[in-house]
């Protein structure tokens, strides 16, 4: 068995691999995840999103890599799904909020309604073929809740070149993909956190993982507290706010976690963007489309305040 781990895509990638060609294929991986770093990087000069950013509004098509061009084709279907509560453009709402960063604030609603008009994934088109372009000034792109799902996608894809059948793939914890079965020829169990308590090891519950991807989002991974709200990082781009924060919820509809497992093609782009948009839609919306997922072979759970085993 062979583990390693490296600091890669803001998140602490560690690889687990059995076989007789686990050395490589671990190595093979890591390579591949430091190309996907700068591949898919919002920010960074020259990347497709910030060449797609760069020219918003201009009418140019912009050439996009192969993987961008995939990533952007999902995304967008799941955007129709999900009535838009998964939707790629979500960046000028994402930095207003800057959520996770130390220019964290709650914006004032009129800030909140200008820069609302930027988000929408009906303005980014896409030629069919190999290119971008965002409609209006200002758009942009935030790859933040689906980039390590794709690159789930492409560790596996090594793994199953190099003849891998036993390993874990581990992206931060929030992504992963269990292959085969543990040293002990179990499945992989995997420990969900509670939302609420301080310790990452209390957990919530256990999933067992067999050749599938397992995602979880949740209000507590990135937020702040003010005025006794929680202001996390996954934005509702209908309000502009974090989901169900700026208005009367009760604790049977607020969401604090969701859960996704899911196998066979893009598995882990699908449960990556999937926990954001169930986060969004809720319990009762949510339970629904997961409902239609069960044949796609997606697999959830939406857990509400008021569901939460007592905590404190
Ligand atoms: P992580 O696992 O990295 O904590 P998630 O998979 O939960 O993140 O995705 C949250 C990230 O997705 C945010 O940090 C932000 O970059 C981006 N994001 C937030 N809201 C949305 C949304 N409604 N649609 C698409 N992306 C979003
Ligand atoms: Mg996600």
């Known amino acids: 068995m062979v ?54 509004g201009s009418g140019a098509w912009v050439k ?14 799941y955007s129709q799904l999900t009535d838009g509560t998964w ?20 914006p004032e609603p009129s800030e909140i309604e200008q820069v609302r008009g930027k988000v929408d994934w009906h303005k980014l088109e896409l030629d069919g073929r190999d290119s971008a372009r965002l409609l209006e000034p200002g758009m942009e792109l935030d790859l933040g809740g689906i980039a390590k799902g794709y690159a789930l996608d492409e560790v596996r894809k090594i793994y199953e070149a190099h003849g891998i059948k036993n390993g874990l793939i581990n992206l931060g914890s929030s992504s992963m993909y269990g292959m085969g079965t543990s040293r002990e020829g179990k499945p992989w169990r995997i420990g969900l956190r509670h939302p609420r308590r301080d310790d990452p090891k209390e957990y919530l519950k256990v999933e067992e993982l067999f050749d599938a991807a397992l995602s979880t989002s949740g209000d507590y991974e990135r937020y702040f507290e003010e005025n006794g709200v929680r202001y996390h990082h996954i934005i509702d781009p209908r309000t502009g706010y974090p989901a169900w924060c700026g208005r009367e919820v009760t604790a049977e509809e607020r969401t604090v976690s969701v859960v996704v497992i899911a196998d066979g093609r893009d598995c882990g782009v699908k449960s990556d963007l999937l926990t954001t948009a169930l986060f969004v839609l809720g319990k009762e919306q949510g339970g629904r489309l997961l409902k239609s997922l069960e044949a796609e072979d997606v697999q959830g759970e939406i857990v509400t305040e008021a569901s939460l085993p007592p905590w404190q």
Do not use: C
């Open 64 to 77: 996009v890599s192969p993987e961008m061009y995939h990533l952007l084709e999902i995304s967008q279907r």
């Open 87 to 106: 939707d790629i453009t979500a960046a000028p709402l994402v930095k207003l909020w800057g959520i996770g960063t130390d220019k964290a604030r709650v």
């Open 3 to 56: 583990q390693k781990s490296e600091i890669v895509m803001d998140t602490v990638a560690q690889l687990t691999a059995e076989g007789t060609e686990a050395e490589a294929a671990v190595q093979e991986s890591f390579t591949r995840l430091q190309e996907l770093e700068g591949l898919l990087s919002n920010y960074e000069e020259g990347s497709d999103a910030a060449r797609l950013r760069d020219s918003a």
